[in-house]
């Protein structure tokens, strides 16, 4: 369980041209991920956060589908994180969300994200 000073989220990331790593557990050559422009990148999240959020698709259920990080396998799931451990724009969002709320798309070095609060 997280501290009083940390909190918990899970999060969807879709890496793109400009991600720093151009490779994920789903695309390990980076094959997809070097063809994928940022606004693609946005568009697919954005879809995939409007079903989410309409009821359509369950967060967990689709980040273990979709999303480029190895926390995938958790469902997106990140466990219990502090201020300074995550990429400044991510922390951010995280920090200034509710539990249960989930982000807008949150852009960082390593592609884009929602991330859902979770403690």
Same mark, same amino acid.
């Given at each position: 369980?997280?501290?009083?000073?940390?909190?918990?989220?899970?999060?969807?990331?879709?890496?793109?041209?400009?991600?720093?790593?151009?490779?994920?557990?789903?695309? #390990?050559? %980076?094959?997809?991920? !070097?063809?994928?422009?940022? @606004?693609? *990148?946005?568009?697919? =999240? $954005?879809?995939?956060?409007?079903?989410?959020?309409?009821?359509?698709?369950?967060?967990?259920?689709?980040?273990?589908?979709?999303?480029?990080?190895?926390?995938?396998?958790?469902?997106?799931?990140?466990? #219990?994180? %502090?201020?300074?451990? !995550?990429?400044?724009?991510? @922390?951010? *969002?995280?920090?200034? =969300? $509710?539990?249960?709320?989930?982000?807008?798309?949150?852009?960082?070095?390593?592609?884009?994200?929602?991330?859902?609060?979770?403690?």
């Amino acid at each position: 369980m997280a501290s009083r000073d940390q909190v918990k989220a899970s999060h969807i990331l879709i890496k793109h041209q400009g991600s720093r790593r151009k490779a994920s557990w789903k695309d #390990p050559e %980076g094959k997809i991920i !070097m063809t994928t422009t940022r @606004e693609a *990148a946005v568009e697919q =999240l $954005r879809s995939i956060r409007e079903d989410i959020v309409s009821g359509k698709a369950n967060f967990e259920d689709v980040a273990t589908r979709v999303s480029d990080c190895s926390s995938a396998k958790r469902g997106g799931d990140l466990g #219990p994180f %502090g201020r300074g451990q !995550m990429q400044k724009p991510f @922390e951010e *969002a995280t920090y200034a =969300l $509710r539990v249960g709320d989930i982000s807008d798309i949150v852009d960082t070095d390593s592609g884009v994200h929602i991330i859902k609060r979770t403690a």
